[in-house]
């Protein structure tokens, strides 16, 4: 072999060595509204993270953020948050409103509704979205709850956490 093709052969080598590594994240934020006794829940979770997850999940074809989107979509997102995703507030699950979903750039916003709240001792979130296809998403939760303000980061090995309030 020539010097050249050693040195073309080490040079794709090193390169081919370097992987790009994704990172799976989303961020849900969790805020209590005492005057209109509700717990509003934004979620942000990467489109094309989503639409695999459903599509995996469900074994479908569904194409998320397209002007001729699937009006099932929705059902299939609604189903998927119900099975992975769990608040339990005073120690009790509480079921939530699917408000409904926006895009912008590439993530959606995905938005629920906690309503008929007087008052909050407790909050507790199960998070396993996503985790069934991507095993190393970690989900970031920003709970603001009477002014306490807490981060919980969920991973597989950890999906759920509790804020305990005085």
């Given amino acids: 072999m020539t010097k050249n093709k050693i040195l073309l052969l080490a040079l794709t ?3 081919a060595s370097f992987t790009v590594h994704k990172y ?3 961020l849900i934020k969790v805020e209590y509204k005492k005057e209109s006794k509700s717990v509003q829940i934004t979620m942000r979770i990467f489109i094309n993270d ?3 997850t459903i599509n995996k999940t469900y074994t479908k074809d569904f194409e998320l953020d397209e002007p001729d989107e699937d009006s099932n979509i ?3 997102i609604i ?3 119900q099975d992975n995703f769990i608040v339990k507030i005073n120690s009790q699950n509480k079921s939530y409103q699917y408000l409904g979903k926006e895009y912008e750039k ?3 916003f995905l938005y629920l509704e906690v309503k008929d709240i007087e008052a909050i ?3 507790g979130i199960k998070n396993s979205m996503l985790m069934n296809i991507f095993p190393g998403q970690k989900n970031i939760i920003k709970l603001n709850i009477n002014n306490n303000k807490k981060t919980f980061l969920l991973t597989k090995e950890k999906d759920k ?3 305990k309030l005085n």
């Fill in 13 to 15: 080598l090193t390169l």
């Fill in 24 to 26: 799976y994240i989303s």
């Fill in 50 to 52: 989503l639409q695999e």
């Fill in 74 to 76: 929705n059902k299939f």
């Fill in 79 to 81: 189903n998927y948050i």
């Fill in 106 to 108: 590439d993530v959606v």
């Fill in 121 to 123: 001792q407790s909050i």
């Fill in 161 to 163: 956490d509790l804020l």
